[in-house]
């Protein structure tokens, strides 16, 4: 069979799975197996498929209609430009969270300074940041050990110098530590979200994933330790679900942020909120 045909039979098969992006996740899957990029498969498409090459096809393919993440499968997704390993231990890099990035390089603006990212898992929003602001000094922070080797190797392989990786509990390995921006993605679905059983949430690890207080424990948590490790006019940034920036803002608010505001992604949905800490 050629490789065009057994890509339009494999997304045919995605389609009837479930996936909403089968022809994508079928040149994805088939170009990690032949090692080339897309560009390369619509070029020689016309080529026969080797059997090794349908075979090991067809492992991934299955596991893909069981609902497998691509990104689990192949092990890497790109980010911010950045291609950052993955593993099943830490959530797969959303281009929603590209609004948080966005946000935090507005604040920072050209100068240097110091940016912690609490929860980093891969170190997608640690190593966007710091590819973009070398000058910066750049702290991502995870609890789990195997997050922080993922990051720690993420960093190596793209060679981003100034992002370092730690294990903390949030705060709690940072002493009297402060920063000029602080950014989280923070675990904020309630346990009972229709969410939690689609796609490919399904394979994340639920305690990055879901908080107490209907999500918004660790968001309340992070708004109150937060001022204790920004430097005065330093900011604090939060990724949140679509329907939690009034509540995200009035936390902020009610902690004595300054110039509350929330920011939306590409749909249009609030997805980030952010507040100044003014020292007082």
Same mark, same amino acid.
């Given at each position: 069979?050629?490789?065009?045909?057994?890509?339009?039979?494999?997304?045919?098969?995605?389609?009837?799975?479930?996936?909403?992006?089968?022809?994508?996740?079928?040149?994805?899957?088939?170009?990690?197996?032949?090692?080339v990029d897309r560009t390369w498969l619509y070029t020689w498409?016309?080529?026969?498929?080797?059997?090794?090459?349908?075979?090991?096809?067809?492992?991934?393919l299955v596991r893909r209609e069981a609902g497998e993440p691509v990104a689990y499968l192949t092990g890497e997704r790109e980010f911010w430009g950045l291609s950052?390993?993955?593993?099943?231990?830490?959530?797969?890099?959303?281009?929603?969270?590209?609004?948080?990035?966005?946000?935090?390089?507005?604040k920072a603006g050209k100068t240097a300074g110091r940016l912690l990212d609490l929860g980093t898992g891969t170190g997608?929003?640690?190593? @966007?940041? +710091?590819? %973009? !602001?070398? #000058?910066?000094? =750049?702290?991502?922070?995870d609890l789990r050990p195997e997050a922080v080797a993922l990051a720690e190797r993420n960093a190596a392989r793209l060679g981003i110098v100034n992002a370092a990786f730690?294990?903390?509990?949030?705060?709690? @390995?940072? +002493?009297? %530590? !402060?920063? #000029?921006?602080? =950014?989280s993605n923070p675990p904020y679905l309630a346990d009972d979200d229709p969410h939690l059983a689609r796609g490919d949430v399904r394979f994340e690890p639920v305690s990055a994933l879901v908080a107490r207080e209907g999500g918004l424990a660790d968001l309340?948590?992070?708004?109150?330790?937060?001022?204790?490790?920004?430097?005065?006019?330093?900011?604090?940034?939060?990724e949140h679900g679509a329907?939690?920036?009034?509540?995200?803002?009035?936390?902020?608010?009610?902690?004595?942020?300054?110039?509350?505001?929330?920011?939306?992604?590409?749909?249009?949905?609030?997805r980030v909120s952010l507040g100044c800490w003014s020292g007082r």
């Open positions: 069979m050629r490789l065009d045909a057994l890509l339009v039979e494999s997304a045919a098969r995605l389609a009837v799975a479930g996936s909403t992006t089968p022809r994508l996740d079928a040149e994805v899957l088939l170009c990690h197996v032949l090692c498409g016309d080529r026969a498929a080797e059997a090794a090459v349908v075979a090991g096809f067809e492992a991934l950052l390993a993955t593993e099943p231990s830490t959530l797969i890099p959303r281009p929603d969270t590209e609004t948080l990035v966005e946000a935090a390089l507005e997608a929003i640690t190593l @966007a940041f +710091a590819s %973009e !602001r070398p #000058g910066w000094t =750049v702290l991502g922070v730690r294990q903390s509990d949030w705060f709690a @390995a940072l +002493a009297e %530590e !402060r920063f #000029g921006l602080i =950014v309340h948590h992070l708004v109150r330790a937060a001022c204790e490790h920004l430097t005065p006019g330093g900011w604090l940034l939060l329907e939690q920036g009034a509540a995200v803002r009035q936390a902020l608010g009610d902690a004595r942020y300054q110039s509350v505001a929330s920011r939306c992604d590409l749909a249009g949905h609030e």
